[in-house]
């Protein structure tokens, strides 16, 4: 079974600091690639997706992911974080070949920016 | 445009009582439909998913339930509920193109 992993369960970082969430997942085929966010009070909503051509991804609010097919991972990168991103980050994979429709999430990383 | 719509936001509900949240799409048709329950430190687990009117596909053997009586209606029931499901539960949809999830603003169950 499909399952993803997400190692950072808290992070906390000043505003200008540098973030990587990691992301990796567990399927041998061929996958789409999410990361979602969760603003406080808001709905989850995309921050970006990748699906085929160029591993590296860019999504709204400067946020950018790489897609590593030989270490199965797609984490999730901002060279400078801002106060409003402080968040709760997913990262989900959806089976592509087999039409399944699933998506399965991670655990999710809580993301806390000190002003 | 297409938008979701999922009641109630909260709702606090006794052991051993019945259950029925819904949800409805508006917008589209023929979506794919989700429930989802979101718990602090284990994400969101897939509970149900439907590609079609009747077609449920249900991921973790609970004391849950799903139905999808029209195109665009998903509902989440329970006879009996326990303690153990009370969370946050999400519902969400995809187009037919399956690229991405657009989710509901969630409801709060708190059974006690």
């Known amino acids: 079974a499909q399952s993803v992993s997400q190692h950072n369960h808290h992070v906390i970082l000043s505003e200008a600091a540098s973030l990587e969430l990691g992301c990796n997942y567990s399927?041998?085929?061929?996958?789409?690639l999410f990361w979602y966010v969760q603003y406080p009070g808001q709905h989850l909503q995309l921050l970006l997706k990748?699906?085929?051509?160029?591993?590296l991804v860019k999504g709204i609010k400067g946020f950018e992911a790489e897609f590593i097919k030989s270490k199965f991972s797609f984490n999730l990168r901002k060279p400078s974080v801002q106060w409003s991103d402080t968040a709760e980050y997913f990262c989900?994979?959806?089976?592509?070949?087999?039409?399944?429709?699933?998506?399965?999430f991670g655990t999710g990383t809580r993301l806390k920016v000190l002003a | 445009s297409q938008t979701i719509h999922q009641w109630p936001a909260t709702l606090v509900q006794p052991v051993g009582s019945p259950l029925s949240l819904e949800c409805t799409v508006e917008?589209?048709?023929?979506?794919?439909l989700y429930w989802y329950r979101q718990a602090a430190g284990r994400g969101l687990q897939l509970l149900f998913y439907?590609?079609?009117?009747?077609?449920i596909s249900s991921e973790v053997p609970q004391n849950l339930s799903a139905s999808r009586p029209q195109d665009r209606q998903f509902i989440l029931s329970s006879k009996k509920l326990l303690l153990s499901d009370s969370g946050f539960y999400l519902c969400?949809?995809?187009?037919?193109?399956?690229?991405?999830?657009?989710f509901g603003s969630g409801t709060q169950l708190s059974v006690l």
């Open positions: 439907s590609v079609g009117i009747g077609q």
């Open positions: 917008g589209t048709s023929n979506p794919n």
């Open positions: 399927y041998g085929g061929t996958v789409n």
């Open positions: 990748y699906f085929s051509g160029d591993p």
């Open positions: 989900a994979v959806n089976d592509r070949a087999s039409g399944t429709y699933k998506y399965i």
């Open positions: 969400a949809w995809s187009g037919q193109a399956n690229e991405k999830l657009f």
